[in-house]
């Protein structure tokens, strides 16, 4: 009897710590503000940066997947705003393309052996060179 009494006993009192400890909030636990701050702001920014380039809303929410889309909206929408008020023309990024005459690159050639080494038969050894180890980076 005093054993079922005990058993009780410790697992009510496991039940009852269970439910306290659910509800205590142990500071540095959670998310830190300051992170969703700064992605609201780098957000916001990206935004604003599309608006005044030029480029359409679906196109930065492509080019920018990471960033938070409420925020380039956002962002985008401020700088809309600022740039109707203030009669500014969109600056439209001075991209160069790749010439369209130009050649494309040929892959090398094997080289050949020399005219002696095929009279005679050698044959060249199946295995590939082993490649140079990379030397060990060195931080600072």
Same mark, same amino acid.
């Given at each position: 009897? /005093?054993? $079922?009494?005990?058993?009780? &006993?410790?697992?009510?009192?496991? !039940?009852?710590? =269970? ?6 909030? $142990? ?6 503000? /300051?992170? +969703?701050? +700064? %992605? @609201? ?5 990206? #935004? #604003? ?5 030029? &480029? *359409? ?17 956002? #962002? ?11 009669? $500014? &023309? ?11 005459? +130009?050649? @494309?690159?040929?892959? =090398? @050639?094997?080289? %050949?052996?020399?005219?002696?080494? %095929?009279?005679? #038969? *050698?044959? &060249?050894? =199946?295995?590939?060179?082993?490649? @140079? ?6 931080? !600072?």
């Amino acid at each position: 009897m /005093r054993r $079922i009494y005990m058993r009780c &006993r410790s697992c009510l009192t496991l !039940t009852a710590l =269970a439910i306290l400890m659910a509800g205590c909030e $142990i500071p540095g636990m959670g998310d830190d503000p /300051r992170i +969703a701050e +700064a %992605k @609201e702001a780098d957000g916001r920014a990206v #935004g #604003g940066a599309c608006r005044h380039s030029g &480029r *359409a809303l679906e196109d930065c929410y492509v080019m920018n997947p990471k960033a938070i889309k409420a925020a380039v909206y956002a #962002g985008w929408r401020d700088m809309d705003a600022y740039m109707r008020e203030n009669n $500014i &023309r969109p600056v439209v990024p001075d991209l160069v393309d790749a010439p369209t005459g +130009a050649q @494309e690159a040929k892959p =090398a @050639e094997p080289a %050949k052996a020399p005219e002696a080494e %095929k009279k005679a #038969g *050698a044959k &060249r050894s =199946a295995a590939p060179e082993a490649p @140079e180890t990379p030397l060990p980076r060195r931080f !600072t």
